[in-house]
């Protein structure tokens, strides 16, 4: 048998190969709808245990999608949630994030694109729109947690990122 976990169930070990009970898993993913890396932090475990169970029992996992409506619906894991900028606070972040491009210009002339920066904090325009060898690129440039998943429509032959830290 299993080491009792903090629950104080049978199986809860990190270690354990015992399953949770399927109605504990379903109470805890489906109706107080924690994720699985919670989930795992609350009775020891691993989150990928935590998924195989889940997939064992049937229990079908969120996507994406239903997962990040989770997270904005409840504020979890967001400590920013509910709170706003204020817009002193926008035009320092703006003006911080215009002298980034302005930093990385003189990088991008010297490799041979002709270079028009942006610098408007929106996800409808890229940081800066760079042109070499008759190609058009979207240039982002971020500091830390980027999200690589933006897409622009429409114009641009490839999206370049530049991450500083």
């Known amino acids: 048998m299993g080491e009792t976990g903090p629950l104080g169930i049978l199986g809860m070990s990190?270690?354990?190969?015992?399953?949770?009970?399927?109605?504990?898993?379903?109470q805890l993913y489906l109706d107080e709808q924690l994720s699985p890396?919670?989930?795992?932090?609350?009775?020891?475990?691993?989150?990928h245990k935590i998924k195989d169970w889940l997939n064992n029992y049937g229990i079908p996992l969120r996507d994406l999608k239903q997962a990040n409506k989770l997270v904005n619906r409840n504020g979890a894991n967001n400590s920013f949630f509910g709170k706003r900028h204020t817009e002193e606070t926008k035009k320092k972040i703006r003006e911080h994030h215009n002298e980034l491009i302005m930093q990385e210009l003189p990088f991008l002339k010297a490799q041979?694109?002709?270079?028009?920066?942006?610098?408007l904090r929106n996800f409808k325009l890229p940081d800066i729109i760079g042109v070499k060898d008759g190609k058009i690129f979207a240039i982002e440039i971020d500091r830390g947690n980027t999200n690589f998943r933006k897409?622009?429509?429409g114009d641009f032959d490839d999206i370049i990122w530049i991450v500083r830290k």
């Open 14 to 26: 990190r270690h354990s190969r015992e399953p949770i009970p399927k109605t504990m898993l379903r």
């Open 37 to 47: 890396r919670r989930i795992a932090k609350k009775l020891g475990v691993s989150r």
């Open 112 to 119: 041979g694109f002709k270079i028009i920066p942006i610098g």
């Open 151 to 153: 897409t622009y429509q």
